[in-house]
């Protein structure tokens, strides 16, 4: 026989909406990170960066009008200096 706390979980489970829409999720830790999207259907996938990786060093560099990420940034550090 099935106990009130089971019961009321399968219930509590059984009536949780579900999304209709893609959900974005970013992991921003202090040296990498990462991003990952969630669709209607489809299990989570990262993202993979410009170079195919998963993570992605977590440096920002806005100089002039550019903007760079990553090891874009670590490599632009010489070149935009200010």
């Known amino acids: 026989m099935l106990s009130a706390l089971t019961v009321f979980t399968i219930m509590s489970i059984s009536s949780i909406p579900t999304a209709s829409a893609n959900v974005i999720g970013f992991d921003f830790g202090s040296s990498f990170f990462k991003v ?47």
Not at 53 to 60: S, V, Y
Not at 70 to 78: E, T
Request: proline fraction near 4%; aromatic fraction near 10%.
């Open 36 to 82: 990952t999207l969630v669709q209607p259907g489809n299990p989570f996938q990262i993202v993979e960066n410009t170079t195919g990786g998963r993570k992605t060093e977590a440096m920002i560099s806005i100089a002039n009008e550019n903007r760079l990420f990553g090891k874009d940034s670590w490599a632009g550090q010489s070149r935009f200096y200010e």
